[in-house]
């Protein structure tokens, strides 16, 4: 019996294990880049409320 050399089939595997992690990646971005950027934008408008309200002269209690 003749055997057979596994090479060339290792590295496709190898990429399509790769491929599929990409497109995962790629789909979990899709699903979450909403929700992180309007969790930035409510920290950047609560921030910049912080600082207008905090930032009075003669409170005496400048943050």
Known sequence: ???R???GQSTVE?????SVIAVAL???AYV???PLEDGFRNMDAETRD???N?????D???R
Do not use: H, N, P, S
């Open 26 to 28: 790629t789909a979990t």
């Open 14 to 18: 190898y990429l399509l294990y790769i």
């Open 1 to 3: 019996m003749r055997t």
């Open 60 to 62: 005496g209690d400048m």
């Open 54 to 58: 905090g930032m009075q002269e003669g």
């Open 5 to 7: 050399r596994r090479a």
């Open 32 to 34: 979450f880049i909403g």
């Open 50 to 52: 912080v600082f207008k």
